[in-house]
């Protein structure tokens, strides 16, 4: 449910027109906004696929959360583009998003890879 909520909060927050947004001039900080929201979005649904699938390892839940995170950021600049009259596709948004998407991966990698050290250790 946490996943599905992230994704809808992701999709009004990219959807909605822009000139109903507060304006903060940050240099890129849009950009920080894409990569966080894609950080959470593949987090969040990485735990539901490992749940549904309920997969012993990280790598088929891990990949289809990365998949799915980069398709929902191109989705969302192609609907931007076609369905906005404030907001425009862009190119930098969606390596933002793979950007976030990538940190994700990589500290889920990390955080298993401890957890079965840990476990190793713990055994011996």
């Given at each position: ?81 076609l369905f906005?009259m404030t907001?425009s596709a ?35």
């Open positions: 449910m946490l996943a599905i909520s992230w994704s809808g909060l992701i999709l009004i927050s990219c959807l909605v027109q822009s000139s109903d947004m507060p304006q903060i001039n940050i240099p890129n900080l849009d950009k920080a906004v894409h990569a966080f929201f894609h950080f959470v979005f593949t987090s969040l649904w990485f735990l539901f696929f490992k749940n549904q699938l309920k997969s012993t390892t990280i790598s088929k839940p891990l990949s289809i959360a990365f998949g799915f995170s980069v398709l929902f950021g191109i989705g969302i600049e192609i609907l931007q583009a906005t907001r862009d190119v930098f948004d969606v390596v933002a998003n793979i950007t976030g998407a990538t940190v994700a991966v990589i500290g889920i990698i990390l955080i298993d890879k401890y957890y079965k050290k840990d476990t190793i250790n713990s055994e011996n």
